[in-house]
C-alpha cells in the first residue's frame, strides 16, 4: 500500500515535471526570449522533460526507493521556479513593447550586478510621461547593458527620409536618391561622423528593397518609407567626435498621408519658438533639430492648429511648416505672378522635394520663380491686397500640403488656397507622383531592379 501511494506520488511528480518543462518550452517559444537565464531554463526543460519521461517508464516506478520521489520533488520544484522567472521575463518583455521606462545603471569598466530596490520613488516624478511602466532600475555591467532597438528614437542621430514607389508598371522606383544621399554625407560631416560612398549605399538599399519587395504596397497611394541612419558608437563619455560608426537602413510600409484627397492644414505662427538660426545645424537633417520642435508642435494642436509656422528673426521671416519646406505663389508687389521659397539660407532644410518643384516649375517656364525671404508682413499685405493665391508645405511625406489657416498674434489669417482650388498645388502633387509611379517617365525615379 505504502509502495503504492509513494509510486503514485513520484508519478504524479514526473507528470508535474513534465507538464511544467513543456510549458516552459511553448513560453520560452512564445517569446523568444534573449536572456541567458531563458536558455539556461530551456537547456534544464529539456532535461527534465526526459527525466519525467524516463521517470514514468522506469521500473525503478514499481520499487520506487524514497530518494527518487525527493528527486521527483526537487525537480517539480526546479521546474516551478524555473516558470516563475520565466514568466517574470515574459512580462518584463511585453512591457518592454508597451512605453516602458527603462533605468540602466551602468558605469563603463565596472562588472556590478545589481537592482535598485524601489522604483515608486524613484519614477514619481516622471509620472506625467503618459503610459510609461518604469520598470525595475538596474545596475548592470556595461556590457549587458541591452542595447534599444535601432528603430528606437534615441538612434535618429542623423538620418534620410526616403521611399519606394510600386509603379503602374509594377516596378519598383527610388526618387532621387542621390539627392537624399549628398544630403546625409552633409550631415554626417557637420555632425563630425565618419562619411561613406552615398552611391555604394544606394545599392545595399535596391538590394534590400528588392528582396523584400512584397513590402511595397502595390498602390498608388501607399509606399515603402525607407530611413538610412547614422549613429556615433564610440563608447566614451566625452564631448568628442565618434570614431565608430553604425550605418544601418529601416524600411516600413506606409499609408497616404491624405487617405481621402487634399486636406488644407492650419498653422500657428509664434516667433518665440524658434527652428533654426544662422550658423546652427537646421539645415542638417540630424535628429538634435527634430526632438525641440515636438513641445511647440504638442502645444500647436493644443490650440486647434495642425502644424508650426516657424518663423525666424525680428521680422518674423516665414521659414518652414512643421517638417516640410514653405511655398507661396502670389502676385508680387511688382505686379508679377511669382512662386517664392525661402532661401537656402542655412536655416531651412535642403528639401528634395523643394529642390523638384523649383525645377519643375522653372521648365514650365510659365510664372516667376524666386528663392527669397518672406515675412509675415509681406503675407499680410499680399492677402489684404488679395494678391496671395496659394502658400503649401512640400515634402516626402505628402508630396505637398495646402494650408488655408495661419494664427499669428492672436489673429487668424485665411489663406485662400482651397479657394482657388489648389490649382498650383495639385498640378505639382500630379506631376511629382507621376514620375514618382512610372505613369510618366523621368531619370528622377530609378528603378529598383
Ligand atoms: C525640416 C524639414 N524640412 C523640409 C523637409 C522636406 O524634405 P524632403 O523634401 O527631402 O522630404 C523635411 C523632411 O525631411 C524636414 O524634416
Redesign the pocket.
Known sequence: MCIFHTNTFLAFLSLHSYLFSVSLLILNSLFLFPSSLCFLSLLLSVYLFFHSLFSMSSPLLLNCPPTLSIRGFIFSFISFSLIASTCTIAFQERRREHNALFLYLTSLWSNHQSTVPSTTTLFSSLSPIKSCTPTWPVISAHSDLAVPRPSDAVFKYLFE?MKAYRGVDNKIRLFRPSE?MN?MINSAKRTSLPTFDGQELIICMKKLISLDKEWVPYSKNDTLYIRPTLIGIEPTLGVSSSNHALLFVLTGPVGPYFPTGLKPVSLVADPKYV?AWPGGSGAY?MGS??APTLWPQAEAIKIGCQQVLWLFGEDHQMT?VG???LFMFWTNEQGEKELITPPLNGII?P????KSLLELAHSWGEFKVSENVITMQHLIKGLEEKRVEEVFG????CVVCPVERILYEGKNLHIPTMDNNAVLTTRFLKALTDIQFGQVEHNWAEPVE
Do not use: C
Request: net charge positive; aromatic share 4%.
Open positions: 527620409g537624399n544630403r527652428r537633417k533639430n527634430y518652414e517638417t516640410m519646406n532644410l528639401g528634395i522635394t523643394r512640400a515634402g516626402t511625406a
